[in-house]
């Protein structure tokens, strides 16, 4: 009864081991993360990296680093040349796919463009981290659009969601862009005030402190409608639980770094989380 319900908004699993054993590992390994957020263990390109732990510091001090614009680049670069490749390499296999690769290549080139022209940098990344995370993107970009190619043939699921899709896509991506410009307003081109941070006004950061989180969760549930596959859902479902363990860390930061940070502002969904 329960697989019956799920083949009415997705495809069938295609016959694939390495599919399979991608949305598997995307989804544990993203919620993983996710539930590490929580427990203060941070990825190494966090503003909260270095926050707490002596011996943290070291070991980070030690190791090959990047300008954080170039390692933001190189974390986005592979997946955004992936999907633009899939436009011009792959043959058309229909609406449903042309949306997909599209939507990938517009999510990945909004990053790169938020690097190069909105984003503010005052640190630097781990190399070793950003290549992991740049190989992560890209074989997350790689394995959706071969996941669709694999789905050509089967039957539709009898419930389009791709419409759906396309407009939770671009109010994602377009609130996302939003609030990541009022979080470059924060900082000034005084190079001592660099590193200092402020409370987040405006927008839906009057309710919640990761408005941009909730409408990145938006936009990949917007791509996961427009593939229906099994695998675009578990990523996307796995991206969920990791913005809303570094939601729940960004929170608990502001809480400890700001006395007069508003007890009202939840971390991701207003009024709720």
């Known amino acids: 009864m329960v697989v019956e319900t799920l083949l009415r908004f997705i495809y069938p699993p295609p016959p694939s081991l390495l599919v399979s054993a991608m949305s598997v590992i995307s ?48 974390l986005y670069a592979p997946a955004f040349i992936a999907g633009a490749a899939s436009l011009f390499l792959l043959p058309d296999e229909g ?46 970009t790689v394995t959706m659009i071969y996941s669709q190619h694999l789905s050509q043939g089967f039957p539709d699921p009898s419930i389009d969601l791709k419409y759906v899709g396309i407009g939770l896509f671009l109010l994602g991506i377009s609130g996302n862009f939003y609030h990541h410009i009022l979080l470059s307003r924060l900082r000034t ?36 409608c427009i593939s229906q596959t099994l695998y675009s859902f578990s990523y996307a479902f796995g991206t969920a639980f990791y913005l809303m363990g570094r939601s729940f860390a960004s929170r608990k930061w502001y809480e400890d770094k700001f006395d007069d940070f508003p007890k009202s502002i939840k971390a991701l969904i207003p009024y709720v989380f």
């Open 27 to 74: 989804f544990a390994s993203l919620a993983n993360a996710g539930f590490m957020e929580t427990k203060g263990k941070h990825m190494q390109y966090s503003k909260f990296w270095n926050v707490s732990g002596g011996d943290r510091k070291k070991t980070s001090a030690d190791k090959a680093k990047v300008s954080g614009r170039n390692g933001m680049i190189i």
């Open 95 to 140: 609406l449903r796919f042309a949306l997909l690769r599209s939507a990938l290549t517009i999510h990945f080139f909004k990053r790169l463009v938020e690097v190069l022209f909105v984003h503010k940098y005052s640190g630097y990344m781990d190399i070793e981290s950003t290549i992991t995370i740049a190989v992560s993107y890209f074989l997350s």
């Open 189 to 224: 081109n005084n190079k001592e005030s660099e590193k200092q941070y402020k409370i987040p006004q405006g927008g839906l950061f009057n309710w919640v402190i990761c408005p941009h989180y909730l409408f990145e969760i938006i936009g990949f549930l917007g791509v996961s």
